[in-house]
Nanobody, 111 residues
C-alpha cells in the first residue's frame, strides 16, 4: 500500500524560499502522477501543482513562476520548490498519489 511522508515545512519570512519533499513507499510499477495540495486555516484544500510520469508539470495560476514541482523516480521522492513566498502561502501542504494523502507539512510565511 502507498504511504507518503512530507517534510520541509517551516516558518519563513515573506520573499523567502522552502523546498518540500514527499517520500513515497509501496509505489506501484505503473506510471503515476504526483500532486501537491494545500489547506489554509478555515479554507478548503486546494490543488497547487502536479507532475505526471513523463514529468509534464502543471500549476495553479497563483503559484506559476514561483513554485516548481519535480520528482526523482529512482528514489520515489517528489519535491515542491517554493520561492518568493507570500503570507497567503501559509498552509498545510499535502502530497497526493493514487488516492493516498500524506500527513502534511506546515508552511508559515510571516515577518
Amino acid at each position: 500500500q502507498v504511504q507518503l511522508v512530507e517534510s520541509g515545512g517551516d516558518v519563513v519570512q515573506p520573499g523567502g524560499s522552502l523546498r518540500l519533499s514527499c517520500a513515497a513507499s509501496g509505489m506501484p510499477s505503473r506510471p503515476y502522477t504526483v500532486a501537491w495540495y494545500r489547506q489554509a486555516p478555515g479554507k478548503q484544500r486546494e490543488w497547487v501543482a502536479s507532475i505526471n510520469a513523463e514529468e509534464v508539470t502543471t500549476y495553479v495560476a497563483f503559484v506559476k513562476g514561483r513554485f516548481t514541482i519535480s520528482r526523482d523516480n529512482a528514489r520515489n521522492v517528489a519535491y515542491l520548490q517554493m520561492n518568493s513566498l507570500k503570507p497567503e502561502d501559509t498552509a498545510v501542504y499535502y502530497c497526493y498519489v493514487i488516492g493516498t494523502w500524506g500527513q502534511g507539512t506546515q508552511v508559515t510565511v510571516s515577518s
